[in-house]
């Protein structure tokens, strides 16, 4: 699986592309989106648009995981940041990628173990996690690719309890016939 993690952010949006499932995954590539000084707010959505088109044009992910939203003190800069979310799922969703989104609390809780970890645990846990040997520059491209193995951990998770569930109903089904051997029904159940 390819995930596409983003950290929407009005002057800088990080993005990362990570590659594997739950339990392997790799970095491809990552990098940032910066607003050129002076640059007004149109133009910077403008930019950010060309830049993700391109990015998925060039990885191909299968899902695009997205930081939430978080209420800010300033509501400025709330809707500002909700503007530029939007723009990353409008270009995801054009593109026929899957979108998904997490709490930063939840990305922190899942990268490093807790919900309230500073910027530089969730870089340095990014760092081990990729087997890198360094922390991914700049920070925003560390955050986006925190949003992705969150992805891979939580769409994992999910796909086993799936496949789980449909094992039980296999096994449910198969149950009530007696044509198989009661060693067969054991190793269906594992």
């Not at 929407?8 to 989106?33: F, K, M, N």
């Not at 997205?66 to 909700?82: I, M, P, Q, S, Y």
């Not at 925003?140 to 086993?160: E, G, P, W």
Request: glycine share 6%; net charge positive.
């Amino acid at each position: 699986m390819r995930i596409l993690g983003i950290d929407p952010g009005s002057e800088t949006t990080g993005w990362g592309v990570v590659e594997g499932d739950a339990r392997c995954y790799q970095l491809v590539e990552c990098g940032a989106i910066r607003a050129l000084p002076g640059q007004k707010f149109p133009a910077r959505l403008l930019r950010i648009s060309n830049a993700l088109e391109e990015i998925i044009q060039r990885h191909q992910p299968e899902a695009c995981a997205l930081e939430d939203g978080f209420l800010a003190t300033n509501v400025k800069v709330t809707l500002k940041l909700g503007q530029v979310r939007g723009v990353a799922m409008l270009v995801a969703q054009r593109a026929a990628v899957e979108i998904y989104e997490y709490s930063p609390r939840l990305v922190k809780q899942t990268v490093v173990g807790h919900g309230n970890a500073e910027k530089f645990q969730v870089q340095q846990m990014v760092k081990t996690l990729l087997s890198l040997n360094t922390v991914p520059q700049p920070h925003d491209a560390a955050d986006a690719l925190a949003v992705a193995i969150c992805h891979f951990h939580h769409a994992c998770s999910a796909q086993r309890i799936a496949s789980n569930d449909n094992r039980a109903t296999l096994i449910a089904s198969l149950s009530g016939r007696r044509s198989l051997r009661p060693s067969v029904r054991r190793r269906i159940a594992r």
